[in-house]
């Protein structure tokens, strides 16, 4: 059966609602440019649908394209509507992590025909503190950048981490997962003088393909410029850094405070079943003079 996609297949095939300002920005000014997005995107989703079976195709393009019902289905392909529901979440799920592999694979191919760095470590960071305040991460990508007078107790004034150690009733493990990480990173890094830029916000379910390859791109240019990128929810409620990467591999290179070394495919950032979706910080460059000072 030969289907005519458009260039974003319904929210119920795939569950990803997100748009990505930059790439709708970049669209918007440039005509020849939207036009290639939307030939790729619509390849890509084919791509993803091909590593179906036919049947799980044909029903899969039915229930999205066709607004077919489960017991549509069932009664058009004779088979019981329980089956229907197996078949639909099943597929669903392999033609989004196929999705998500094409994005990925497409973004190898693109760093290869730029010329950049396909695979870069640094040496793996190493604090004496626990990672659990945003302000000791920053603290120690700091100390890696050559600006190492900055004190925990003044990053956590500035950051204001130690106005937040509070503990409610009925508090538990997930409560630090309400917590604005963004906000208070960029709070941080304007009130330092430096520019940086974050992925991740409370409320955020999930993330799309481009969205993975934006937190993937930050990271790579940031280790090039030998620094780590934060990272929290890489573990369950844990800060981390990302300190290496891979494309050979598809990996990338993490460590928490217990200095256990890991490695995650690139297809699993941001994915790895943990709610809420993953937070990453990367510090960039002095633009200012610290706000003391100014």
Same mark, same amino acid.
């Given at each position: ?107 190898? #191919?693109?760093?290869? &025909? %730029? /010329? =950049?760095?396909? $695979?870069?470590?640094?040496? @793996?960071?190493?604090? *004496? ?57 960029? #709070?941080?890094?304007? &009130? %330092? /003088? =430096?520019?940086? $830029?974050?992925?991740?916000? @409370?409320?955020?379910? *999930? ?88």
């Amino acid at each position: 059966m030969i289907v005519s996609f458009p260039m974003m297949l319904p929210d119920e095939l795939f569950s990803e609602t997100d748009v990505n300002t930059s790439r709708k920005t970049n669209a918007e000014s440039d005509p020849l440019h939207h036009m290639l997005i939307q030939e790729n995107e619509q390849e890509l989703l084919r791509n993803s649908l091909y590593s179906l079976s036919k049947q799980a195709r044909s029903l899969l393009t039915s229930f999205a394209l066709e607004d077919a019902t489960p017991e549509e289905l069932a009664f058009r392909y004779e088979m019981n509507k329980s089956n229907v529901y197996n078949i639909l979440s099943r597929s669903r799920a392999k033609a989004n992590d196929e999705r998500f592999r094409c994005e990925v694979d497409q973004h190898i #191919r693109e760093r290869r &025909r %730029l /010329g =950049l760095p396909s $695979t870069h470590q640094l040496q @793996p960071p190493c604090y *004496s503190r626990p990672y659990a305040l945003i302000s000791i991460l920053i603290g120690e990508v700091l100390r890696m950048a050559g600006e190492p007078d900055w004190t925990l107790t003044n990053l956590m004034g500035i950051s204001g981490d130690a106005f937040r150690l509070n503990v409610t009733n009925g508090c538990n493990w997930r409560g630090i997962s309400t917590f604005d990480w963004s906000y208070s990173t960029y #709070r941080t890094l304007e &009130r %330092l /003088g =430096l520019s940086g $830029t974050c992925f991740g916000r @409370p409320g955020r379910a *999930s993330i799309s393909p481009e969205h993975q390859i934006d937190m993937l791109s930050t990271i790579q240019d940031t280790i090039v410029r030998s620094l780590p990128v934060i990272i929290w929810n890489m573990e369950i409620n844990e800060f981390g850094f990302v300190y290496g990467y891979n494309d050979e591999e598809r990996t990338i290179s993490y460590l928490s405070y217990n200095r256990k070394i890991r490695k995650f495919q690139y297809e699993q950032l941001g994915r790895t079943g943990q709610e809420p979706a993953l937070f990453i910080a990367a510090i960039r460059q002095r633009v200012a003079s610290p706000a003391s000072e100014r």
